[in-house]
């Protein structure tokens, strides 16, 4: 099936109020700026798929393949990506807060300036992730690969790496202390 013609076909369906497409083949397809709030794609080939500003909040992702896929300043608050395949994905300036990455695998993805705030990261692989200026405050990352990824200017508690490792390259770049509410102290 055509890719266009598949990508129309689930805009169609969720227009009509279907939530659920179980993996779908999407690879390729063009979904920027998509509002596809609640939608589940578990287990969907998306390799390469543009979903550029597209709303994805509560999406439910996991075990999809998102290899290389354009996340761009998308909203993937609360969504689900436990055990996604993200590697080399370009999340750049995208709203994670919230989310499941759990066992996700995001090695030499781009996270730069994106909001991981209170995101759920245990066991994922982040080996290479490019992390500048990104927020992980309250993030969880135990059991986290952090080899060679780069933290430079990233915001997030010294508590954040706790539980976290890196295999012989470790983390580089100076990460800041999230900023603190002095107000009535």
Request: glycine share 8%.
């Amino acid at each position: 099936m055509e890719t266009s013609s598949t990508s129309q076909k689930l805009l169609e369906a969720y227009a009509r109020g279907q939530r659920d497409f179980y993996h779908w083949n999407l690879a390729g397809a063009d979904l920027a700026e998509a509002d596809l709030a609640d939608i589940d794609l578990r287990g969907a080939v998306l390799h390469g798929v543009n979903l550029a500003g597209a709303n994805l909040e509560n999406a439910v992702f996991a075990g999809a393949d998102m290899n290389d896929a354009d996340l761009t300043e998308a909203d993937l608050s609360d969504a689900v990506l436990a055990y996604a395949s993200l590697k080399g994905a370009n999340l750049h300036a995208a709203d994670l807060s919230g989310a499941d990455l759990e066992e996700a695998n995001l090695t030499n993805a781009d996270l730069t300036e994106a909001t991981l705030q209170d995101a759920f990261l245990d066991g994922a692989e982040l080996k290479h992730a490019h992390l500048d200026g990104a927020d992980l405050t309250g993030a969880s990352l135990e059991d986290t690969d952090l080899t060679g990824t780069d933290l430079s200017n990233a915001i997030l508690s010294d508590e954040s790496l706790n539980g976290a490792f890196w295999a012989g390259e470790e983390p580089h770049g100076q990460h800041a202390q999230p900023e603190t509410d002095d107000v009535g102290e």
